[in-house]
């Protein structure tokens, strides 16, 4: 066998829908999939974000389309999923960005907002996956990344309906790739540690002690910038990782394995 790189990992004339591509992870998964040659279908909860975003990856590649949705509203989704496919004949990716937080007590969560974390965050990529599903299994083929999180892993206070939907999320990934892992379709998760974003921003900015003191406990000392996603969002999404069928995999720095404070360093 002979490899070459772009038979294992290109994206050059593929397909790919980035839902959540209007800011944050999304936008920079978007960005590099067009700087690699795919054609990107972008889809976000705000028109102006999604009309700046697409006046952007216009530039690049002219192919490029947006549409405003609330991920979570199937019957909103569907004709754009529809749109999608006759522009590019084709849907060969999906990545599912889209995401909401909000921090709070569980005694004084209103379960209002519980259940719409719980709508945006695992039914919008159940909705997404769902209606892209039907076009990659005509084909027989496609791959799909639901970005998940490292909070599915350990807990934080005040994260109970964001911890819950993101683990939902890795649950429901493991079910949807061996239920269409025979029919062509592969799909994993990714779940990042902590990333500086639109979801997180107000927060840290509100909290610069802690901050720091969370980047210190990082293995690798740094805080999660979007780009870091990149390679593995594209890794995922082409055939050099075909065998890799409903994992999860965590790109956090290290703190998924571990802490870096200690009683007493190693002499």
């Not at 050059?12 to 920079?28: A, D, F, M, Q």
């Not at 921090?103 to 209103?110: A, G, T, V």
């Not at 083929?141 to 970005?147: A, F, L, Y």
């Amino acid at each position: 066998m002979t490899y070459q790189l772009e038979n294992l990992f290109g994206v050059k004339g593929k397909s790919v829908v980035v839902v959540g591509g209007s800011s944050g992870l999304g936008r920079e998964i978007a960005a590099a999939l067009v700087d690699l040659g795919a054609d990107v279908a972008v889809i976000g909860r705000t028109k102006e974000k999604c009309d700046q975003v697409l006046e952007s990856l216009k530039k690049k590649n002219p192919k490029a389309i947006g549409f405003q949705l609330d991920i979570s509203d199937e019957e909103a989704a569907k004709p754009v999923f529809e749109t999608i496919y006759k522009t590019f004949g084709k849907i060969d990716g999906l990545v599912n960005c889209a995401g909401i937080n909000l921090i709070e007590d569980l005694k004084d969560f209103s379960m209002k907002d519980f259940s719409r974390l719980i709508e945006v965050n695992l039914m919008g990529t159940v909705i997404s996956c769902k209606l892209a599903g039907e076009y990659m299994l005509k084909a027989g083929s496609g791959s799909i990344v639901n970005i998940s999180s490292q909070s599915t892993r350990t807990g934080k206070p005040g994260y109970t309906a964001y911890a819950a939907s993101k683990a939902a999320v890795d649950g429901f990934t493991r079910a949807l790739a061996t239920e269409w892992t025979r029919k062509g379709i592969k799909v994993n998760s990714i779940a990042p540690g902590l990333f500086v974003t639109d979801i997180n921003r107000k927060e840290i900015e509100a909290n610069p002690e802690i901050f720091k003191q969370r980047i210190e406990d990082i293995p690798r000392g740094k805080v999660g910038d979007p780009s870091f996603l990149v390679a593995p969002v594209i890794a995922l999404l082409t055939p050099g990782t075909d065998h890799m069928v409903g994992q999860t995999v965590f790109v956090d720095g290290g703190t998924s394995i571990g802490i870096m404070k200690v009683l007493a360093l190693p002499k």
